[in-house]
């Protein structure tokens, strides 16, 4: 009988917050599922935390090569109908596979399923989520939702197997936006489903670099501009604004934040590489304003060096 789930977890070195991931999936009300945790060259004891688990979780394991190398190993062992993601470092609530599989009965067939999520940095704090009432959003596959610019949590997934694997699963490239390179590749499957409520991960927010941050997200932007660039995305011309909405949406946000934080080479150089396809939507207020903006943001940084 096949699964109705197959919940990947990619992990490194993340042995303790493990431990609270696994455990809040096999707290789920809707129990028709597999688990398969991808370790990713560990050098902790996260062998060692796997083992108490026994045969709930199927362990899999690859030298380092990153998350989207290690989903992908996992996409290929999957033996459920959907593969759900979940980060070694998060959380899921009771109610996620739950939330899941009313969004897929309500609409057979459906490819994708994207979740939303709450930030956190102490767990005590999520005892605060309520389970809101559903809302979800359908749209007869990704690119059709270009129009809604609400911000998206793009790890927060549920995907056909079937179709992940045609699609190639992950890239391997290490960058900060494998999750939406992979919707962009999945963006004309039929059925797409954002559950906008209830919140169904708990996203643990870390204190690290924000410089190594915001150089991550720059070299993912790029990256995303380049497939488009090169046609690696569905949908040919018919589609191609579509993809441009999306995919500027997410370079402007990535700019200007470049900006705010006082990176001007970094931002100026990601608004010359999408600056082609801003034309050709087109979009003048982010281009006639980005200049004074960056100038404005320089003059201050001098200001404060003297």
């Keep these: 009988m096949t699964l109705r789930f197959s919940v990947i977890i990619p992990t490194y070195n993340r042995a303790r917050l493990l431990e609270a991931a696994l455990d809040s999936v096999f707290a789920q009300e809707e129990q028709d599922f597999e688990v398969l945790v991808v370790d990713d060259g560990s050098t902790d004891d996260t062998l060692e935390t796997l083992a108490r688990y026994g045969e709930r979780v199927r362990v899999l394991q690859q030298r380092n090569a990153g998350p989207g190398a290690a989903r992908n190993l996992g996409i290929q062992a999957a033996r459920g109908e959907y593969v759900a993601f979940l980060d070694s470092d998060d959380l899921w609530f009771p109610w996620t596979l739950a939330t899941y599989r009313r969004v897929l009965e309500e609409a057979p067939g459906t490819s994708v399923v994207l979740g939303s999520s709450v930030d956190f940095s102490q767990p005590e704090s999520l005892a605060r989520v309520k389970r809101e009432p559903l809302q979800v959003l359908r749209f007869a596959d990704y690119l059709a939702s270009a129009s809604d610019k609400t911000p998206r949590t793009a790890c927060v997934l549920a995907v056909r197997t079937e179709a992940l694997r045609r699609v190639g699963g992950f890239t391997h490239a290490r960058i900060s936006g494998e999750d ?116 404005a943001s320089a003059v201050r940084q001098r200001v404060l060096r003297r």
């Design 180 to 295: 939406y390179d992979l919707l962009y590749r999945m963006g004309t499957e039929p059925g797409f489903a954002w559950v906008r409520a209830p919140a169904v991960v708990g996203y643990r927010k870390h204190a690290g670099s924000t410089s190594t941050g915001m150089e991550s997200a720059y070299r993912g932007a790029v990256y995303l501009l380049e497939q488009e660039l090169h046609g690696r995305y569905p949908g040919g011309d018919a589609r191609r604004r579509e993809r441009l909405e999306m995919l500027l949406y997410g370079a402007r946000h990535v700019s200007l934040w470049l900006l705010s934080e006082r990176r001007e080479g970094l931002a100026l150089d990601l608004y010359r590489r999408a600056l082609p396809p801003h034309f050709e939507l087109p979009r003048w207020r982010y281009m006639l304003g980005f200049l004074p903006w960056t100038l």
